[in-house]
């Protein structure tokens, strides 16, 4: 006898089943336990709703998409650029190599009260902590990217006559690409860490800082509704990054399997 | 026209040195369709990136029209044994690459492309990405590109082996007529002693370890040949059991 490979719509069926059963679970246990401790899903719901029509939460949800945004584009500049110097030219891999090691081996969350003091308790110390939470895994990835280029892509260059900027720009940096996006999917996970951390910490802002004010008020249906928010906003962030890659460098998951 | 003097090579591989090429002297002519044979391994591929300047020789030089070459040459284009087309441009962007090294404006670079493109028969994929294309047709967006940027030499490293034997051999026919139409020189790295006697004038055949060259055959069957059945000709049959001798298949049959 021969196992069938169950129908597609089974695995939505069954993870649909475990999530209501979930759900159900967790209201019912509303019966038992303190409400302070979880919560329970139609008081989150609740929460929510009433946060949402005060516009609370999109004015927390903007501002710290805003630092979210700008964080990771500085940190993109950086990083990807840095990256690309490096992986194309020895003597600057050689001259940052032992920096990048040091600073992506020091603990970033220790870095945040020296944010506060070099940049004020404002949007300029949120965002330095953002970019320096998600920069080092971008320039790591980008460099090693450039060095992945494959060597007959390499020969490519050389024999066609690029010059050292023709290639890196045409050839290095889209072959490249796969590692970079990998790195972007990764750093923008540090920088909604960032985001929420900055925001606890510096000033009271955006969703950290709600995350920090219903906490001291044990508000924990507010609070499951705010940090659902940020989890949201990060995953909007990631979808965003899959159409870029599915519209503009198509061929990185055509070519995935096999690639030669 | 094109001439290797006393070119060797020898890498380090650990604390042994080996010598991948000992002073091998070959000489091309204008026009000429020289191919290189031997067993894998016997520094062919080596000495045809080292014409092209991919690769540095530890000695000896590569003189093109009486000068010695430094560098990768401009009048040389290379065809790559795994094609490496670049995935993320299109095949008419392939096809640019040669052309974009050498300054050419957008517009100018984009019409001799589908010139190129053209000449090969493929200019109605031109904006389709390389992967979505059969493997032949992939090789000839190759040799496209390779004949783009007009060289006066095509350096061509095995170039149709990946292929099936149908596609093989319309493309060897393809090339014998490009080479003609064009006047084109070509050295073509192959190991395949037929396909070697049905394009070349001349086979230079390799001997490994260390690498060398041991003997230049003239073919001199008439061209063009795909109006004729050269393998039944007597002329070839003599010729490849001449080279199967001088390559030395049979001595290094093991079993």
């Known amino acids: 006898m021969t196992a069938r490979a169950a ?33 329970t ?22 501002d710290s998409a805003l630092d979210m945004g700008v964080g990771i584009v500085i940190a993109s500049v950086l990083g990807i650029g840095l990256g690309v110097l490096m992986g194309r030219s020895p003597r600057m891999e050689r001259a940052f190599e032992p920096i990048v090691n040091f600073a992506n081996a020091t603990p970033t969350i220790a870095l945040l009260p020296l944010m506060e003091i070099w940049f004020g308790l404002g949007m300029a110390a949120r965002v330095s902590f953002i970019v320096i939470i998600s920069v080092w895994t971008l320039l790591i990835n980008t460099l090693t990217g450039i060095k992945n280029v494959r060597a007959g892509h390499r020969d490519v260059a050389r024999s066609f006559g690029m010059t050292r900027i023709q290639a890196t720009r045409s050839v290095y940096v889209p072959a490249a690409m796969p590692f970079i996006l990998a790195g972007l999917r990764i750093a923008l996970a540090q920088a909604a860490v960032g985001m929420i951390l900055s925001g606890q910490e510096i000033g009271e802002f955006g969703l950290g800082g709600l995350t920090q004010q219903y906490a001291t008020f044990y508000q924990t249906a507010h609070l499951i509704a705010t940090i659902l928010s940020s989890t949201a906003l990060a995953m909007l962030a990631f979808a965003a990054l899959r159409i870029y890659q599915a519209m503009r460098h198509p061929w990185i998951a055509a070519t995935a399997a096999g690639r030669r | 026209m094109l001439e290797a003097r006393g070119i060797s090579k020898t890498y380090r591989s650990g604390a042994s040195e080996v010598v ?22 016997c520094g062919k591929t080596t000495l045809l990136r080292i014409i092209d300047g991919l690769t540095p020789a530890s000695g000896g030089a590569i003189i093109f029209d009486g000068t010695p070459l430094t560098g990768v040459s401009r009048e040389m284009a290379f065809v790559f044994q795994d094609i490496n087309l670049l995935p993320w441009r299109s095949v008419v962007e392939n096809v640019e690459i040669g052309l974009e090294g050498r300054g050419i404006a957008k517009d100018e670079r984009r019409q001799r492309a589908l010139e190129t493109l053209r000449l090969v028969g493929l200019e109605t994929v031109a904006t389709r990405p390389p992967y979505t294309l059969s493997g032949g047709m992939q090789q000839r967006v190759g040799v496209a590109r390779a004949l783009a940027i007009q060289p006066k030499v095509l350096l061509m490293d095995e170039p149709f082996v990946h292929l099936d034997n149908f596609t093989r051999e319309t493309l060897q026919i393809e090339l014998a007529k490009l080479w003609r139409r064009l006047g084109l020189t070509i050295i073509f790295v192959t190991h395949d002693v037929d396909e070697a006697i049905f394009l070349s004038d001349r086979i230079a055949l390799f001997r490994s370890s260390p690498g060398r060259i041991t003997e230049v055959a003239t073919v001199g069957l008439r061209h063009p040949r795909w109006e004729f059945n050269v393998r039944a000709d007597p002329r ?20």
Do not use: C, M
Not at chain 1, 41 to 62: C, H, M, N, Q, Y
Not at chain 2, 236 to 255: F, G, K, N, T
């Open chain 1, 7 to 39: 129908p597609a719509w089974w695995g939505n069926a069954a993870f649909l089943t475990s999530f209501v059963f979930l759900i159900a679970a967790w209201q019912l246990s509303g019966l038992f336990l303190n409400k302070i401790f979880i919560s």
């Open chain 2, 236 to 255: 070839a049959i003599e010729l490849r059991e001449h080279i199967i001798d001088a390559l030395q298949v049979r001595q290094s049959v093991l079993v």
């Open chain 1, 41 to 62: 899903p139609s008081a989150i719901v609740t929460a929510f709703a009433e946060i949402l029509g005060d516009g609370t939460l999109i004015r927390k949800f903007a």
């Open chain 2, 20 to 41: 991948a090429l000992q002073d091998v002297d070959l000489s091309v002519q204008g026009g000429e369709f020289v191919s290189l044979v031997g067993p894998s391994g």
